[in-house]
Each structure stands twice: as structure tokens, then as C-alpha cells.
């Protein structure tokens, strides 16, 4: 039997989120440089990584969180983190929108993405919320109550590896 691999799931948050904001920087510096075809490159992994967390957090870890029953002090910390969920996809939208609706072949096209700047913003102040919100309330809380082989269960589904075979029959709060 193969035990656990346990690490502070804040952490393992904390080092997905620092992936998003390197990958959203390298969106904004190839626009700054004026380089479309970069940005939009940049801006695909940025979509893919964000969805793919937000799949993972809506299937592996906001259930256990919704298990542990209301925060004491904030009752309503389940919902305004899958409202953030809805206001992040929002405002990856706009996003996309904008720079997919950019020709590089019309030089004008970085003086239009100047209209733009307020949903890169947005977007970015709303990651930045979220990421504070869940290093508050969701990932402590699960790093406080859930068992070992739990968190490692939601560590594993975090990082993107495959449960041991160990954990098939157990992992609950």
C-alpha cells in the first residue's frame, strides 16, 4: 500500500495560480509588443489552464468543500466561489472575444485592443479576488478537515495526477 503523497493544498493552489498570472503576463507583454499571433498563442494555454483548474475545483474540490458543511463565519463561502467560477468565465470570454476578433494584417489592430484593456484588467482583478478568496476560505478549510488520503486525493485531481490505486474505495471527509 502506497502511502499518500500529502502536501498543503493551499500551496499546490498557490503554485497553480502563479502559472495563470506568469501565462496571463506573457498575454500582456506579446500585446504590448505588438505581437497578435503570440498573445493569441499564449492566450489559448492561459483558456485551457483556467477551464482545466475550474473543472477540477467544480468536480473535486468544491463538492468536499460543500461535505464540511457552512463556514461559521461566512455561511455563503461555497457560493460566492462558484459565482467567482461564472464571473472568471465571463470575463475570460470578453477576452477571448476581443483578441480572436484582432487581424495582425490590419495595423491598426493594437490601437483597437486599446478598447480592451479594461477586460484584461477585469480579467486579472477577478483571478486576483478569487485566488485571495480561496486562499482564505476553501483550501486552509481542506487542508484542516479533510483526512490524508482525501487531501491527496484533491492534491492529485489539482496537479493533474492519476489517484493510486489505494485510494479507490476510500478519500472521504
Avoid: C
Avoid at 502511502?3 to 493552489?13: C, E, M, R, W, Y
Avoid at 468536480?59 to 460566492?80: N, T, W
Amino acid at each position: 500500500m502506497t502511502s499518500p503523497v500529502v502536501t498543503s493544498l493551499v500551496d499546490a493552489n498557490r503554485a497553480i495560480h502563479a502559472r495563470l498570472d506568469e501565462t496571463y503576463t506573457d498575454v500582456v507583454a506579446s500585446l504590448f509588443q505588438s505581437d497578435l499571433t503570440t498573445a493569441k498563442s499564449h492566450l489559448a494555454r492561459f483558456v485551457d489552464a483556467l477551464h482545466a483548474h475550474l473543472a477540477v475545483e467544480d468536480a473535486h474540490v468544491l463538492p468536499r468543500f460543500a461535505a464540511l458543511g457552512p463556514v461559521d463565519d461566512d455561511p455563503h463561502a461555497l457560493r460566492k466561489i462558484e459565482g467567482d467560477h461564472v464571473i472568471l468565465s465571463r470575463a475570460l470570454s470578453s477576452v477571448v472575444e476581443a483578441l480572436a476578433a484582432a487581424n495582425a494584417r490590419d495595423p491598426a489592430w493594437p490601437r483597437a485592443m486599446v478598447a480592451h484593456i479594461d477586460a484584461l484588467a477585469r480579467l486579472k482583478g477577478v483571478l486576483e479576488h478569487h485566488s485571495l478568496r480561496e486562499d482564505r476560505d476553501l483550501y486552509p478549510r481542506l487542508d484542516a478537515l479533510l483526512d490524508d488520503v482525501a487531501r491527496d486525493l484533491v492534491q492529485r485531481a489539482l496537479v493533474g495526477t492519476p489517484p493510486d490505486d489505494t485510494h479507490s474505495a476510500r478519500g472521504t471527509a
